[in-house]
């Protein structure tokens, strides 16, 4: 008996701390979404709002951010979870990283099921904003900053111009405006010295391009909620099953 209660108390110690590495990492996560939701609200909305009516991207990143402390604050009291060793506390731990796990594949499902939806509301947005360029300044410095190719958008410079091609601005009666030059200014009337891609074109392309990364990370994501929810279980049923051994 004294062998096996000794065998259940590593057996117990080893799970809190394979544990208490998880919390942290999914306090890491936390963080991680919240800055990401971060420079989401203060640098990419710039590039994906280009109809400053419906700021898609900046709702998105309000989202992110939210959620991003939230897991972050639940990683911090996952870990006293853990070294309080209540295994009810640990089971309602559990219970929340399934949730959670329910709402990132609810999320994905959706986001795949409604990328056309997406991708036509983008370029609707980019088009409403180009015919409007030229009165409604709001519209003029979204679309001005999507296609400059001197910006802070270090992570993925768009150097665009129109939806599909600089040719759109004819369509609206416009000239190609200086953002859409390579460099800081040039003769716009010259193909060669601007962006001749669309902002359009180039998003959908990279986004397409990227599709098996971000499925790798889903699913790394995904994984590494279900290995938690796996330990936390271990967990509270070792404890439990300690207790019963003790009063043996």
Not at 45 to 59: C, I
Request: net charge positive; glycine share 6%; with cysteine.
């Amino acid at each position: 008996m004294p062998g096996r209660f000794q065998q259940s108390g590593w057996t117990l110690a080893f799970m809190k701390i394979l544990l208490v590495f998880f919390d942290f990492a999914l306090w890491v996560f936390g963080c991680a979404v919240l800055a990401a939701g971060i420079w989401m609200k203060f640098e990419v909305h710039k590039f994906l709002d280009v109809n400053p009516s419906n700021p898609v991207a900046s709702h998105v990143a309000i989202f992110f951010m939210s959620v991003g402390v939230a897991i972050a604050l639940v990683g911090l009291m996952s870990c006293y979870c853990t070294l309080s060793g209540n295994p009810i506390l640990l089971y309602l731990y559990s219970a929340f990283l399934g949730v959670v796990l329910v709402i990132q594949i609810s999320i994905g499902i959706a986001a795949f099921a409604y990328q056309d939806a997406i991708k036509v509301s983008f370029k609707n947005g980019l088009k409403n904003s180009m015919k409007s360029y030229k009165n409604v300044e709001a519209n003029r410095d979204a679309v001005d900053t999507m296609q400059t190719a001197v910006s802070n958008f270090t992570f993925f410079p768009l150097k665009c111009c129109g939806v599909e091609s600089y040719e759109d601005w004819q369509d609206y009666g416009l000239p190609v405006p200086n953002s859409c030059c390579k460099a800081q200014s040039c003769n716009t009337k010259n193909p060669s010295s601007i962006n001749e891609v669309g902002c359009y074109t180039t998003v959908v392309t990279f986004i397409s391009s990227s599709g098996k990364l971000i499925g790798i990370i889903c699913l790394a994501v995904a994984g590494f909620h279900i290995l938690g929810l796996v330990l936390t279980c271990m967990l509270a049923s070792c404890i439990n099953k300690w207790k019963y051994e003790t009063i043996l």
